[in-house]
């Protein structure tokens, strides 16, 4: 190797803006600065925060060069995000829980490939509370787990379950992400939104970015939009992203059922009445976007 050669390397993008790239690369633990080269503009494609990624370092002072993208294991449109593999999706006893959105969030992340993760923060609070909610996830697939970010419970078994993935923490305002984050890490996010980091309005553009926090990665992002969730989703598919269906929905009378109001239903009496309805709650949107995919 001469002095003008540099070995291509493997990284990770951290984050990205104004036509440069950080990326960090685990094998020498070290942050490099690059540029895309052209061929990406012509193929209309770009690297995105989290995407592995084959690199040329720079030598000196001048940037370095990203000359390919490695294969995406899943993708987010809103934030812009590749390769996320865990989404620890909050919850809490205050505010009031929206289960909801926790259920939305739940399909969200199925269907992009990432492995959901309930955490039920707050346990100081209202433990039973905490509790309930957990049990009433218990069959549906989703691993959860009762924490604390003021009295460190179940902190350590939470970072082992995130150590050396790329990991997204979701859920509704004031739930304790960030103050999560700052327990779990020795971060020091300003509690009351991880969003605060990133600046808002007077034009301004909201950017994911990996943050190091030890042998995890964190994504720091304004939040997870889920404008595209039902996009392109038929009726009768929804109930693939339940898995406590599974077991039943073979004995349903009508095949494909729904699970909605057809005779001779075998989910329905088996499942949380509550999660149940919540389901017909998705369902009847993914019924009006269906029948509007062409309008």
């Known amino acids: 190797m001469t002095l003008n050669s540099v070995a291509q390397i493997e990284a990770i993008v951290l984050h990205g803006v104004g036509g440069l790239y950080t990326v960090f690369c685990p094998v020498d633990g070290t942050e490099y600065v690059l540029r895309a080269r052209g061929v990406f503009r012509r193929e209309k494609r770009s690297p995105l925060v989290g995407d592995r990624v084959l690199c040329t370092p720079g030598i000196g002072e001048a940037h370095g060069w990203i000359d390919d993208i490695l294969p995406r294991s899943s993708e987010c449109l809103r934030p812009p995000v590749a390769n996320v593999e865990v989404m620890a999706l909050v919850v809490a006893p205050t505010p009031p829980p929206d289960l909801l959105l926790v259920d939305r969030?739940?399909?969200?992340?199925?269907?992009?490939?990432?492995?959901?993760?309930?955490?039920?923060?707050?346990?100081?609070?209202?433990?039973?509370?905490?509790?309930?909610?957990?049990?009433?996830?218990q069959a549906s697939g989703v691993e959860a787990m009762v924490i604390s970010a003021v009295t460190g419970l179940g902190l350590e078994a939470l970072r082992g379950r995130l150590a050396r993935r790329v990991s997204c923490f979701a859920g509704q305002s004031a739930v304790g992400k960030s103050s999560l984050l700052n327990a779990l890490y020795g971060l020091e996010l300003p509690t009351g939104g991880l969003s605060r980091r990133i600046e808002r309005g007077r034009h301004t553009t909201r950017h994911a970015r990996l943050l190091r926090c030890g042998d995890a990665l964190v994504v720091d992002t304004p939040g997870f939009s889920l404008l595209e969730l039902w996009a392109a989703l038929p009726p009768e598919e929804l109930c693939y992203y339940y898995p406590e269906f599974d077991a039943f929905a073979p004995n349903c009378r009508f095949q494909p059922c729904l699970h909605d109001r057809e005779p001779g239903c075998a989910v329905r009496k088996e499942i949380h009445p509550e999660r149940l309805e919540r389901y017909r709650v998705l369902l009847n949107e993914v019924r009006e976007q269906w029948r509007g995919r062409y309008d």
Do not use: F, H, T
Not at 106 to 114: P, S
Not at 116 to 127: E, F, H, I, Q, T
């Open 105 to 137: 969030l739940l399909v969200w992340a199925r269907r992009a490939g990432i492995e959901p993760l309930l955490c039920a923060n707050k346990a100081d609070v209202d433990g039973d509370l905490v509790e309930a909610l957990c049990a009433q996830y």
